[in-house]
Every structure is written in structure tokens, then in C-alpha cells.
């Protein structure tokens, strides 16, 4: 070592700790993983790094916490799994994370390079499986390149539009021995990839002039803006200039939902004031938004007298739906920023006056017969007794809508969703990872009685770790999205989507006529070591989240709720704002 020192070069090191020094250079300090053979040698140094290492008990899982890690606290999450069936098992968590545009940086063990290609034990292509559904990946073959390339990943996920890299990581690699130093992530330039690119502000002159002559103009905000952190600037504008704004799904919390100027999120199941805007709107301001085909339903005719104009900084996205009049490629931030310093500030009197009155007319609402726990008023008393401050982390399906409707969102960042893909299994692993992120924060995970059981295993990470989590389950004993869809468009042939309405016990099911069978969720949860409780009595709700709330361990509160409630309004599939359900017949 020490005449190694002397001439200056660095220490030889193994590829398995070039990577972990690459990963704690990177400022990572929870890292979600799995081990197996192939991975062995990386975990072997786990116990001596300085990060805190959590085993969840699936890859999936795995993929799932970093990303609800990354949603909620900003920073990019990490997980590491074994070659074979534990790089496969990230395959659904990486492509929910690429179409929400998420950081993460995922490292699969693979095969020694000598053996790549023989249908070696536990061999897959992982690169070739993930190229569509990554925004990078990456197949080490030569330790002397891996300091970069562990830096690089981190620089791709995090930069431009944020999203999941894989790297690939062959176990001789592992095992070779370099004296490539650590590269940090900030000293990363790739001439092919520039994310960073200069406001274009002539463009954002333009914008600001549509914006003083515009009689109606309305913001439709994205997840993008909760990417970049700008918020709070968006706000700013949309207050000096009284220009209205409706978010998507994923831009929930980028706007507060108490402002007079909010339209809630727009879309499928949004507002009737948003979508109403949409079609009314002269000037469309889109911003980190991707013109999703669950917000413009038929697109020939979304924003049908707008000028449109789109900030994004994926320049791939502009134009990629529909045309757009202005297009800005940029950080929205920056943009924002630039834009913000150019309006003056406004009156829109009668735009506004009329969409107070859409809003009025048209506010999310549900029916509450004596006697019935309706899914909305849970979600809604979630809010409450949390007086809007939890993190909410859901599943897919109804009560993610519900969730969507019925909660205040107020804060970027509190409300964690997988919108792009729509992955079932994603609300509880995220939830989880989430409170890694956010220990001081109440989170709570809402999920159906059908996601709920995709991924069910990991409750126990949240017990382990003693973590304060509370998982709530709107139990309607059904696929209940897919029984609406059937109810609606296929004539009330319900096919598969029946879960049980009562556990019962196994004798007893065996006599009766039905084959649906749920879990005791209440038994299921003290089985993992959690509170477990059952609640059917409206008046039950309060109290019992109130307790929940209070305490310190992992709760699974099972509603009962309405058997067949709708999610409402909605526009069909493909349909426009004229043709929205507002009730069934
Ligand atoms: C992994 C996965 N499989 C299937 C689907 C299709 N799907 C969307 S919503 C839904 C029903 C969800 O039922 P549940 O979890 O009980 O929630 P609910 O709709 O009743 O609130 C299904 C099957 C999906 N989104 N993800």
C-alpha cells in the first residue's frame, strides 16, 4: 500500500467495492434489496457501509419502496437483487417508475461474463428485458469502467427527466480488481445526453404575452412540476395572473387544492369544473405534463379552442400527442422563473365568476345511506383526522380515485401514486419506503381489497422496522374498477371480479354456493405483527383512525365498505366532457 501511495495511484479495490463507494458517493443513504448467489459478494459488504440496508421480502417490493422512497422525499432511490428471477421480479417496478418519471438506480447481479449467453443457473438478459422500460441500462463488462459507469447511472436518473437505470453487474466483475477511483455523479458529462439546456426566452416572451391577452387561459400542471420543485412558482403565477389550474394524477399536491384558483385534477375521473375548463379554455398552459390519454380522452377534441402551449423538459414530449402552438423545452422551474418575471399582474373577473360556478354546481360528491360505510366518506375522514398533513400512498383501482377526489391535496410530494402503468401491488411497498424517507411524517397506504393481496408480504418490512405506518383497505369485496367497467360498458357481465364478501372459515365456505373467498385481513395483520381491526359502523371510522393515528406501530384497518359504489363522474374511455356520466341509471 504503501508504495502504491507513493507513485500515486489509487489502492486496487474490488468491482463490489467500487460500487458501493460509487453508491455512497452518490449520497445514498437507504438502499431496498435482495440478496442471491449472484450478488453475493456486494452484499458481503453491506453490514460494514454506512447504509441503512432494508430487506424487503420481494423484488417487487424492493423496486416498489425505492420509488415510494424517491416520490416522497426528492432524492433518487436505490435497490440492489440477485441475477435471474430477482432481476426479473424488478421488471413491473421499473416500468412504473419509468412512466411516472421517478430516479432510480437498480443493480442486478448477473452470471460471470464467460458464461453470459449459455442459459447459465439463473440466467436473464436483464438489459435486453429492460431497454423499453429504462431510461438507461447498462452491462458491466470491464471493472475498470465501472466507477464510471455506477456515477453515470446516478447522473442519467436524476437529471432531465428523472427516471429508473439499470446496471448490470456480471459476478466476475464483481471479484476483478481495479484502481479506478470513485467518479462522483457531478462529474459526469456525456456529449450524447445534455439535460441541461438554456430558458429559450423568446419562447417564454411569447407565453408571456398569450398569457396578458388570453381571456380565459388555464394551467394544466403535472407530475413534472413536482419533479422540479417548482410549485411554489407556479402558484405565484397562476395568483398574479388569476389564471386557474387543474393538475393531473401525478401533479396532485402541485397546486393547493383550498385556493379558489384550483380545479382539482382533471381527466377520466376529474373535476366536471376541469374538464368543463378544458373545453372552454383560450389558452391551455401544459406544464411537465404529458397529454396522458386518461386526462384528453378523445384527443381530436381536448382543448378544442385553445391555443396550447407546453413546457416540458422532455423534448420527446412536446408535440408527441397533439400539436402544440407553443412549445418551450426546458426545467420547468427555470422556465417558470423567467416567465414569472415578465407578467404583470391581472384580473379575470367573469373567467373566474364562471368556473366558481362550475365548481359549485359540480363537486365531488356521494351518496350516504343509513346504515352504509361508503368508501368516499373513509377516504374523505382521512383527510380529516389528519387535518390533510399525511403522506397518502395508493393502490390501483377505485379507491385511488376515490383517493384522487376526496383528499385535499396541498403538498408536492404527499401523495404517491402509480399513474402511468397503473400497477396493483404498488401502495404498500411504496407506503413503506415512503416512511423511510419521511420517519416523522404519518404515512398512510390506501388500497383495495384485491392490490392489497399482490403484495401483501411486505407488511412485515414495516413491523421490523417498527415503523409507524398505517395501511387502510377500502374492502368492497371486489376488482372494483374492473366490476365498474364491466357494470357500465359490458352489460353487467361481472366475470372475475368477485374477491368475498365475508371471510368466512373454511368449512363454511365449503358448503356455500359461492367460491369467493377473502382473507381475514385482521388476522392476516396480527399474523405480521401489526394491529389488526374490522370496522363496518360509520361511527366506528373517526374513532378508530383517531386511535391510529395516535400510535406508534403499523395499523391495517379493514373498511367494509359499499359493495358496488361507482367512482363518478367519468368520461368514457376515448369520450369528451359532453358525453361525462354523472350517475347511473
Ligand atoms: C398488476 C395489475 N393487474 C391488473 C390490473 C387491472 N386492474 C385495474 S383496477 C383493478 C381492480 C382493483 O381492485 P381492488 O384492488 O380491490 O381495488 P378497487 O378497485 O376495488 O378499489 C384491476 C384488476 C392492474 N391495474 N394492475
Excluded at 428471477?85 to 452470471?111: E, H, R, W
Aim: glycine letters at 10%; one cysteine or more.
Amino acid at each position: 500500500m504503501k508504495t502504491e501511495k507513493k507513485r500515486g495511484s489509487p489502492p486496487e479495490r474490488t468491482g463490489a467495492e467500487c460500487l458501493i463507494a460509487g453508491i455512497e458517493q452518490a449520497g445514498v443513504s437507504v438502499v431496498f434489496g435482495y440478496p442471491g448467489g449472484m450478488i453475493i459478494d456486494v452484499f458481503n459488504l453491506l453490514p460494514a457501509s454506512g447504509m441503512h440496508f432494508v430487506l424487503p421480502r420481494h423484488e417487487q417490493g424492493a423496486v416498489h419502496m425505492a420509488d415510494g422512497y424517491a416520490r416522497a422525499t426528492g432524492k433518487v432511490g436505490c435497490c440492489i437483487v440477485t441475477s435471474g428471477p430477482g432481476a426479473t421480479n424488478t421488471v413491473t417496478g421499473l416500468a412504473t417508475a419509468y412512466m411516472d418519471g421517478i430516479p432510480l438506480v437498480c443493480i442486478s447481479g448477473q452470471v460471470p461474463t464467460d458464461m453470459i449467453g449459455s442459459d447459465a443457473f439463473q440466467e436473464a438478459d436483464i438489459t435486453g428485458i429492460t431497454r423499453p422500460i429504462t431510461k438507461h441500462n447498462y452491462l458491466v463488462r470491464n471493472v475498470d469502467e465501472l466507477p464510471r459507469i455506477v456515477a453515470e447511472a446516478f447522473y442519467i436518473a436524476t437529471t432531465g427527466k428523472p427516471g429508473p437505470v439499470l446496471i448490470d453487474l456480471p459476478k466476475d466483475v464483481q471479484r476483478a480488481l481495479t484502481r479506478a477511483p470513485t467518479v462522483s455523479p457531478s462529474d459526469i458529462s456525456i456529449r450524447s445526453y445534455q439535460p441541461d439546456c438554456p430558458v429559450d426566452e423568446e419562447a417564454v416572451a411569447q407565453l408571456a404575452k398569450a398569457i396578458q391577452t388570453a381571456r380565459r387561459p388555464l394551467f394544466y400542471a403535472g407530475g413534472g412540476v413536482i419533479a422540479a420543485g417548482a410549485a411554489p412558482v407556479l402558484a405565484e403565477i397562476a395568483r398574479l395572473s388569476s389564471i386557474p389550474v387543474t393538475t393531473t394524477l401525478m401533479g396532485l399536491g402541485a397546486f393547493p387544492e383550498d385556493d379558489p384558483l384550483s380545479l382539482q385534477f382533471l381527466g377520466m375521473h376529474g373535476s366536471v369544473a376541469a374538464n368543463r375548463a378544458v373545453a372552454h379554455c383560450d389558452l391551455l398552459i401544459a406544464v411537465g405534463a404529458r397529454f396522458d390519454d386518461r386526462v384528453t380522452g378523445k384527443i381530436s377534441e381536448f382543448a378544442p379552442v385553445a391555443k396550447i402551449a407546453h413546457i416540458d423538459i422532455d423534448r420527446s414530449t412536446i408535440g408527441k400527442s397533439l400539436a402544440i402552438d407553443l412549445p418551450i423545452h426546458g426545467d420547468v422551474r427555470a422556465v417558470l422563473v423567467s416567465l414569472r418575471k415578465r407578467l404583470h399582474p391581472k384580473r379575470r373577473k367573469e373567467w373566474l365568476q364562471e368556473i366558481a360556478e362550475w365548481k359549485k354546481a359540480h363537486s365531488f360528491t356521494y351518496e350516504h345511506p343509513e346504515g352504509t360505510l361508503p368508501p368516499q366518506y373513509v377516504i374523505e375522514q382521512i383527510d380529516k383526522v389528519s387535518k390533510g398533513k399525511a403522506i397518502i400512498a395508493t393502490d390501483v383501482g377505485q379507491h385511488q380515485m376515490w383517493s384522487a377526489q376526496f383528499i385535499k391535496h396541498r403538498h408536492p410530494r404527499h401523495f404517491l401514486t402509480s399513474g402511468g402503468l397503473g400497477t396493483m401491488g404498488f401502495g404498500l411497498p411504496a407506503a413503506i419506503g415512503a416512511q423511510f424517507g419521511r420517519p416523522e411524517q404519518l404515512v398512510v397506504c390506501i388500497a383495495g381489497d384485491g392490490g392489497i393481496q399482490m403484495n401483501f408480504q411486505e407488511l412485515v418490512v414495516a413491523v421490523e422496522h417498527q415503523l409507524p405506518l398505517k395501511v387502510v383497505i377500502i374492502n368492497n369485496g371486489h376488482l372494483g374498477m374492473v366490476r365498474q367497467w364491466q357494470q357500465m360498458f359490458y352489460n353487467r357481465n361481472y366475470s372475475a371480479v368477485v374477491l368475498g364478501q365475508r371471510n368466512r372459515p373454511c368449512n363454511e365456505r365449503m358448503e356455500g354456493a359461492c367460491d369467493a373467498y377473502l382473507p381475514d385481513f385482521v388476522a392476516l395483520a396480527e399474523a405480521h405483527g401489526a394491529v389488526g381491526v374490522r370496522i363496518e359502523d360509520p361511527a366506528e371510522v373517526v374513532p378508530t383512525l383517531e386511535r391510529a393515528f395516535k400510535c406508534p406501530r403499523v395499523w391495517v384497518m379493514d373498511f367494509r365498505v359499499t359493495p358496488e359504489e361507482n367512482v363518478l363522474p367519468m368520461v368514457p374511455p376515448g369520450g369528451t366532457v359532453e358525453q361525462i356520466i354523472h350517475r347511473l341509471a
